[in-house]
């Protein structure tokens, strides 16, 4: 059997990702140039995607055109090979949950450290976020054409906008998503797992948009209620952590300094 006659056999079979492990362990006989030759041939013909330093996708028919395959293809293969949590965060998780009015340019997967050694220029479709842990309590899962994909829920999407907003474009489509958002979001009994994993400042951040920018007042009732609950003193912050404090207006419920104005896009 050839390299390339194993690879048809394991797409055929339903596994439409591999290691170079796997091709070294399949084919014990061949050296590492061979290999590594016959692996590029493949991907010059658009036969396999390089996805990750090691780890290859085998293109089905409906990428075959554009010799790219979507993240969300082979994102839970691939984070096995990597051997680490993950789950779809962000612009993307906020799509899948029904936000679609901004299409991510990249997609955004959040994971622990230590941050990968691998250049981004390697597969710049990918923007990763870290954390010390994964929140697996406010994951989501769903089918993928492939298998299983994990995702946030509305909760830890709506926190990871906030605390993340450099990633998605600064804190007025961070707004714009939630205005999306604010319908499904439930922040009963937050204060006893969601809050501890984030910070204060990003809570109240959270609060102040969806109430004074937003108008959703009995969701941010709930979520102040949640913040009275698990800590009932909070230092001032401020809003944008990119822009001086120095003269700004005050928010007094939620402790925030207003130093940076926030519009959201047209739904």
Known sequence: MTIREWIRHREISGFPTFS???????????????????LFRLSSQGILYSAYKGFYVIIPPQYAANRIVPPIYYIDQLMSYLEKPYYISLLNAAEILGAAH?????????TIYPKSSVSSSKNNTLAWTYRKEIPSDFLLAKNSETG???????????????QYEQYVGGLSRAATILE????MMDFRDASKNLFGHTSIATVQRLGYILEEVLRQKE??????TELLSYTRRFRYVPLSTNRPEKDAKKNTRWKVYINSIIETDEI
């Not at 999306?180 to 319908?183: G, S």
């Not at 969701?219 to 102040?224: N, R, W």
């Open 219 to 224: 969701v941010a009732e709930v979520l102040y």
């Open 148 to 162: 299983v994909i994990y995702y946030s829920n509305v909760e830890l999407t709506s926190v990871d906008i906030v």
């Open 20 to 38: 170079v492990e796997d091709i070294r362990m399949a084919f014990p006989n061949h050296s590492e140039q061979v290999i590594r030759n016959e």
């Open 102 to 110: 901004q299409r991510p340019q990249r997609f955004s997967v959040m």
């Open 180 to 183: 999306e958002l604010a319908e």
